[in-house]
């Protein structure tokens, strides 16, 4: 097509290639979801089917973008964990940011109505961004990072609900009540109070969710430290709510560090 | 909240702000749109549902954004362009580029049905960037390059489906019989042949179009050089399909300039 | 030359290119200055030496980047100001910044025994960063910045020295007789206690040094907008000790804003 | 001190901290230097003075930043190799690669004398670029291309000097003589019409310069897997010309990969 003499201001972009050989992980979080979730009477204090809806848009972003290897998501954010050698877009870091938490809205707005029967009363949407992890120590001091995060939160969330919704507390008591609470006496507050053995939580709660990509031929064999194309066609995403700060989340799944290479 | 042994890899973010006292234009393209045309069977050369399904998520855009003054779009592109002076987020480049491009998805999947007939067969999704222009000379030429882009494609895109729809034309010999024309050449092919005035086409699909931010106050005085809150509250956003080259465009709409200081 | 199969390590340099049209300012500051004074026995509060040392080297800098327009320094660091077109280097910001810094150290260790009687004892450098200012008023205001800081501790460290050399004080007294002062007080303390009006202090000391580039041919006219590359050549370097603050500064001159474009 | 309102231009810097836990390698080059050593009147094809020159500024950068642990130098270049986990600078790239520029410079000038018996007749300098590498096979493929780039280099010259210097030919006669051909041929024009065996050239020339800092200590074990702040202080700097492409290098010094880290 002919060029316009405009076409200089290109000039003005600027490349932003992300350092290769290096983990790419880009996380989206919800905006301002503490008001969507007022608006649509989310249950408290987790709403399964949000989480649902969550798991199954970033299962939609991890079909569609093959270098993701594994995802991890809790509350309204979803980390999504790309193979350190992808090329794509020439890891040009806005179109990788934005085109993730463009698809991943996309697929919660498309697939609302599978899991709400309430209509969408105002636009959800999500902020995203990059962060490089150079080596696997770092990568997964991000992951329990974000898994502790989520411990965190939701053992407090859990507490500060049950005293609202049991013990009738209002929103300043249940805050004032739990403030300076370490662990274990929100765990004995639940307990005693309510009977709830915080153990017995569901996992998804506890734990949050990890998609991984993971080969079906159980030929596979560690010691080809490679995947052929093949291979990599057939693999499937399994959704699992388990720790990833063990060793043996990683020992039990050594085809993980060969999909991150 | 307790925070982890693991809160040290927030070391790894990278602070992206923007140059300050910059216009910031935010461009979102569609991602293998035309793949989503033929899937949902577009009309050619263009498709009037898509293209105001598209203006219909600008609108959210700028509504959310109240530092958006202007944005203009065309086929499956919109460029917003934010006040200079814009803090939002700390201008963080990720941040606001994501989250653009995110609440655009979501309008844009959320008003599907109110423009089309047919439901949605794929996921639409967009990415986008950031670009910085320190004046207003520079400003105004990317947003001339953009709109010049427009009526290129546009000239060359109805001509060649003439060719294909009237002309019994397949797509390798239109290609072949477009190659190496000029402008004037198209338009007599496309009155010659196919007794189409191109001038009398609809300005939406030559000129694109433009959202703008207006004052309702007839009584705001450029001298001002300022709008107060209380104004810049009660301003209403307007489309236009006008030409963006003219200095008209400008002179006419002297509160554009005063907003994007 | 022929490649090697380890060229491909060159992909991971970032491209650093500064966003055109906008005004670079390179500042370079002495490292570990205070014990570099020491060791050398620096006169107190100002010494003139090595002043006049920075602004050689200054000059050097200048008179090889024609785009940098105007250049100020106090102290042990040096503002470089470029033209806002320049393409230098594609505007690399790595290759600017460590090429003005080199070259601003090679005049300085070259040209010190041309200002001091002694030889250098310890090898004295400077570390850089490039700034990027969008317009005028800001551009400006940095060099007030700077110009007032210059003011600010020249004020102050007249007064602590005097309290030394002249009033028999300790460093430690010195610090603790001034904390709290403001400028009047410290204009009081130099007149009464020791008879100085600062205002008769050398301007050198309390403005700096500005280094401007300027025409000789006095047919240059304004309303020319622009210098022809002969007329460029024919530039002269001047150094000025005056403030930068008023507009008179920029008025009387004003081939700088056009230097500048 | 004071602060003036100006203070705010400050906020026009941008952070550029470099990735943490990723090897740095800053590379200077000297800046025109084919006409400063026409006008030294350096000896072709390699001018030893100079070499020892380069040496002993790299040395004086070593010294001063306990934290680079290697550099390599050829020709006008040097590169220097950080710990991957240094926060010099909190890993601000500016000032850390206008440092080692800056002081590099210092060194070389501060030392022209003691390897020159003319004076500096014009002012050298230096340019200065920072690469993060993020695990050691890219950062020794890194080596290897400077050092595979030093031998293609050397070989060259060395052969097109000989033509010139004892052979009789013009610099074009020379060009053209070599134009195209392989090591192998350049090996043979040495020996058959010189009587020179490129094998036997010295190794600084072929190899280039390495140094590296080394416990003295032979106490030290591997195992321990890290130095004491002790034991770094009692390291030493060596120089070596040898081959870093073989593991060799590498395995029979298990220190460097241990201060690396």
């Excluded at 636009?123 to 490089?132: C, H, I, M, N, W």
Aim: charged share 25%; aromatic share 14%; proline share 3%.
């Amino acid at each position: 097509m002919a060029k316009s003499r405009f076409e200089y201001v290109k000039q003005y972009e600027r490349l932003d290639r992300l350092l290769p050989e290096t983990y790419i992980v880009i996380r989206i979080d919800g905006k301002g979801f503490h008001k969507f979730t007022k608006k649509h009477d989310f249950e408290k204090p987790n709403d399964l089917r949000c989480l649902n809806l969550m798991n199954a848009a970033a299962r939609v972003v991890m079909s569609e973008f093959t270098d993701i290897v594994l995802a991890y998501g809790d509350s309204d954010e979803y980390s999504f964990v790309w193979s350190k050698s992808t090329e794509l877009y020439e890891r040009r870091e806005s179109k990788l940011v934005s085109h993730v938490c463009s698809l991943f809205t996309s697929a919660f707005v498309f697939n609302w109505p599978k899991h709400f029967d309430i209509p969408l009363l105002s636009l959800p949407s999500f902020d995203g961004r990059a962060v490089l992890y150079p080596n696997m120590k770092v990568l997964r001091d991000y992951l329990h990072w974000r898994q502790v995060d989520c411990h965190i939160n939701n053992l407090y969330n859990t507490t500060f609900w049950m005293l609202i919704l049991k013990g009738g507390f209002t929103n300043t008591q249940a805050e004032e009540y739990l403030k300076g609470t370490v662990s274990a006496e929100k765990h004995e507050i639940l307990f005693s109070k309510f009977g709830i053995n915080y153990n017995f939580e569901p996992e998804i709660y506890k734990k949050g969710s990890i998609w991984i990509r993971e080969p079906i031929d159980q030929e596979w064999h560690q010691q080809d430290k490679k995947f052929s194309v093949k291979q990599k066609k057939k693999m499937v995403l399994s959704i699992l709510h388990v720790s990833l700060i063990d060793d043996d989340f990683w020992t039990s799944r050594p085809f993980l560090e060969v999909l991150l290479q």
